[in-house]
Nanobody, 125 residues
């Protein structure tokens, strides 16, 4: 089992940046493939970015490619999502998710077993 906790959300103006963190407890983060999802009111939960470790691989939704970057710090057992050039359409609750380690980045939320409680990101215009 692993427990996930997100932090770093908040209110930011369009064009600004935020750095989200997801800290894992119970198991080491590297034991799992990890991903960030987001959900805005009235919309389905959507894949944002994911990472696998063996082989090392990252993936991004087209809507955030070039603006967001996923990374991990194994020593701190923490996953990050650096979000730059934020847009109002990025406003959502962002969730950290984990699943048993996979060789590829999986974008379907149904493949992820463990979820954090989410952190709100609001981008004003």
């Amino acid at each position: 089992q692993v427990q996930l906790g997100e932090s770093g959300g908040g209110l930011v103006q369009a064009g600004g940046s935020l750095r989200l963190s997801c800290t894992a407890s119970g198991r080491t983060l590297s034991s799992f493939s990890m991903a960030w999802f987001r959900q805005a009111p009235g919309k389905e939960r959507e894949f944002v970015s994911g990472i696998s470790w063996n082989p090392y691989n990252t993936g991004y939704a087209d809507s955030v490619k070039g603006r967001f970057a996923i990374s991990g710090d194994s020593a701190k057992n923490t996953l990050f999502l650096q979000m730059n050039s934020l847009k109002p359409d990025d406003t959502a609750v962002y969730y950290c998710a984990a699943r048993p380690s996979s060789s590829v980045v999986l974008v379907d939320s149904r493949h992820y077993y463990y979820w954090g409680q989410g952190t709100q990101v609001t981008v004003s215009s």
